[in-house]
């Protein structure tokens, strides 16, 4: 980087974290220092659920995602509104009316501790292993383009933001990401802009589109059905978007602490609502915008060369293999098939402009076949990294975005987008570390612990179990390789093997007052954990073909479906014989 780049990139990073210090003045209690003492309005909240969503994985791999597989990725977010209208009309005014510190103690008051504890312990599981991959996205990314130490960055990843989290708490974070995500909208938006700008003169972003769509990269709406049947296995479409989105939305928002957390620092019932169906107005156009990013990277990508792999240390690994000789071929085959689609594409956008038919056809069909070969030369490349011979890493859609960033941008703005990978990242990783503070401390210390301490006290221990929680996901982060196609799906794959469970547990707690035994609901969730997990082993040992989206539902009503029959059960067994 230029020494304009890391100017703006000190300046904006030393910026946030004097803002969040200079906000973290609380009351010395949990409710200021985990909820804001509920004094939040609802453009607040909406802007700090919008930035623990949003991570450094949703900037950096969702564009990489659509130029890799199209933009279908979008369809996982369509049962989000739903769900937003769910959560406002059920779960928002019971968490409200109790004036809870976390979405769990509401289960010890419906059914019983050890109820409270088990999802409160499935949230902790999987929020702090998730957040350690938050941590580790962008610092393995970093390191590889950078050559920087992965070490060093995951600690500095992850230790400044620390820093602000630990002294002021919700309300540090809530005002952090607000000014983290006017940063980070306007970077993007400037980046978008950049691709289409370094376009050829006479291709304009509706020659773009259209490009890009003819190549299939605008895939938005996909309905998985494949020779009239429906493919299971297929992760996005607009079914498993609708369904296994709403109900991953459904428990996300509505019972991972690291969401209640923000709309419970909300000063009524009104703002938590607002804060929360705005959200799911803006998120889905937001999530589209990321997408076409991608989409248009890949536009450009046709009329000036791409790297055959995007990640160099893996390339340099592959040079100096038993295939540096196959691979020195395949990469002077895939530069020639470049300089083909380059005039190809120019050719066929003059055609469009033109309205000469049968030219754009002929153009569009050689671009095609091109284009499949150029794939298929970039599969071998990822077939050889992943052997044993090289022991490399054969997914480069993590790096896409950033090394068009890196390789093509202007200086100054260089600097801004790798700001702005710091930032979705602390934005996401502070008010995870934050949620998992207050679920440990409010649902297990101040349970168990038999030592009575002032609200003071409380206080200064909530910011030991936030550093602690901060170490605990560098730790993680430390340890993170190979985890997913792609760090977007790898988070969310996580997420979808608890949050099922999680949501069914509190399903069955609003809606089936029949049940009052914590002992049924225990197990029901107990039994759809080993589920889940059982469906997921046998799809990845390729027994079963299901996409992970389908696993919330598996999960939320496996839980209603164990709980209804061991409350049956139950009731059988007490009930005296006539």
């Known amino acids: 980087m230029s020494q304009l780049d890391w100017i703006i990139l000190v300046v904006t990073l030393l910026s946030i974290i004097a803002y969040g210090l200079y906000k973290s003045r609380t009351s010395r209690n949990l409710e200021g220092y985990f909820l804001s003492n509920r004094s939040m309005p609802w453009g607040l909240v909406l802007l700090s659920i919008m930035g623990t969503q949003a991570s450094a994985i949703t900037f950096l791999s969702a564009p990489g995602q659509a130029y890799t597989d199209g933009m279908r990725f979008v369809q996982y977010y369509f049962g989000l509104p739903l769900a937003m209208v769910v959560i406002c009309i059920f779960f928002v005014p019971i968490f409200c009316k109790l004036k809870v510190y976390t979405a769990y103690e509401y289960l010890e008051n419906r059914f019983d501790g050890k109820t409270r504890t088990l999802t409160s312990f499935l949230f902790l599981l999987q929020r702090g ?18 050559d920087w130490n992965i070490y060093y960055t995951n600690i500095f990843m992850g230790g400044l933001l620390i820093i602000y989290t630990m002294s002021g708490g919700a309300k540090a974070v809530a005002y952090t990401q607000q000014l983290q995500l006017i940063i980070i909208f306007a970077g993007m938006f400037l980046a978008g802009y950049m691709v289409v700008n370094m376009l050829p003169a006479n291709v304009s972003f509706t020659d773009a589109l259209e490009v890009s769509g003819k190549m299939g ?4 709406i996909t309905t998985g059905f494949e020779n009239g049947k429906f493919n299971w296995s ?14 991953l939305a459904l428990s996300y928002f509505g019972t991972d602490q690291s969401q209640v957390g923000r709309y419970l620092t909300a000063k009524s019932l009104r703002e938590s609502r607002l804060g929360l169906l705005m959200n799911g107005l803006v998120k889905v156009p937001m999530q589209f915008a990321i997408l076409l990013i991608g989409a248009l990277v890949f536009t450009f990508y046709q009329f000036n060369k791409a790297p055959i792999f995007f990640n160099e240390v893996q390339v340099k690994k592959l040079e100096q293999s038993v295939y540096k000789d196959s691979f020195a071929i395949v990469q002077q085959e895939y530069n020639r098939l470049a300089a083909e689609k380059q005039e190809l594409v120019v050719a066929y956008t003059a055609a469009s402009d033109n309205n000469d038919k049968q030219s ?33 890493d054969g997914n480069d859609t993590n790096y896409i975005f950033l090394r068009f960033v890196v390789d093509h941008l202007p200086a100054g703005l260089v600097g801004l987008l790798i700001a702005i990978i710091f930032l979705a990242s602390w934005g996401s990783i502070a008010a995870a570390i934050n949620s998992l503070s207050s679920s440990t401390m409010v649902d297990f210390h101040r349970r168990f612990s038999q030592k009575k301490v002032s609200g003071e006290d409380e206080y200064k221990l909530s910011k030991w179990y936030t550093l602690a929680w901060g170490v605990f996901c560098i730790i993680v982060a430390m340890f993170t390789y190979n985890i997913g196609n792609s760090l977007i799906e790898a988070v969310n794959v996580l997420g979808s093997l608890f949050y099922g469970v999680i949501l069914g547990v509190f399903l069955v707690a609003f809606f089936m007052k029949n049940i009052r035994n914590g002992h049924v609901v225990f197990w029901g969730a107990i039994l759809a954990e080993l589920l889940v997990l059982s ?13 992970f989206l389908w696993l919330n539902p598996i999960g939320a009503f496996g839980v209603i479906f164990f709980s209804l029959l061991l409350n049956k059960l139950i009731t059988q067994k007490e009930s005296p014989a006539v």
């Open 217 to 220: 990269k605008l895939n938005v």
């Open 129 to 146: 292993l998730s957040t350690g991959i938050s941590v580790f996205a962008p610092s393995i990314i970093l390191s590889s383009l950078f």
């Open 535 to 547: 469906v997921f082993i046998l799809t990845k040992a390729g027994i079963f073909k299901m996409g």
């Open 360 to 392: 754009e056809e002929q153009s569009l069909s050689v671009l095609q076949s091109l284009q499949k070969r150029s794939d298929s030369l970039r599969g071998k490349v990822k077939s050889w990294l992943n052997t044993k011979e090289v022991g490399g």
């Open 234 to 247: 297929d992760q996005y479409n607009l079914l498993s978007g609708l369904v296994g989105g709403f109900f």
